[in-house]
């Protein structure tokens, strides 16, 4: 069983910046494979980033084309956080974003979908002047 929990959402104005922070508690593995995913008002639920860890500490990331260039995923292990560095927001990245792990995913398989076993409850990014 894995916890998540999402902070440092916000109001933040276009061309901005914002750092999204998600705790991981519970079972702990040698490999993982987690994710940001977000929501728009009115929108489907979408991948954003993923990112594949190992016990040697190598990460694997992946995009989607809406963040390639402009977020940064990425994991602290010593802290169990994983981080979302968002860049040059622009309004149509205003969503509720999700945290989401699935320890069990291999690499290969580990890309920035929207199917996962683990869900935090979300935090609020709102971009706009």
């Known amino acids: 069983e894995v916890q998540l929990v999402e902070s440092g959402g916000g109001l933040v104005q276009p061309g901005g910046s914002l750092r999204l922070s998600c705790a991981v508690s519970?079972?702990?593995?040698?490999?993982?494979?987690m994710a940001w995913v977000r929501q728009g008002p009115g929108k489907e639920r979408e991948g954003v980033a993923s990112?594949?860890?190992?016990?040697?500490?190598?990460?694997?990331?992946n995009y989607a084309d809406s963040g390639k260039g402009r977020f940064t995923i990425s994991y602290d292990k010593s802290k169990r956080t994983l981080l979302l560095e968002m860049n040059s927001l622009k309004p149509e990245d205003t969503a509720m974003y999700y945290c989401?792990?699935?320890?069990?995913?291999?690499?290969?398989?580990?890309?920035?979908?929207?199917?996962?076993?683990?869900w935090g409850q979300g935090t609020q990014v709102t971009v706009s002047s």
């Open positions: 990112i594949y860890t190992t016990g040697n500490r190598i990460y694997y990331d």
């Open positions: 519970g079972a702990t593995y040698s490999s993982s494979c």
């Open positions: 989401a792990a699935d320890p069990r995913r291999l690499r290969d398989a580990c890309r920035p979908d929207t199917t996962w076993p683990y």
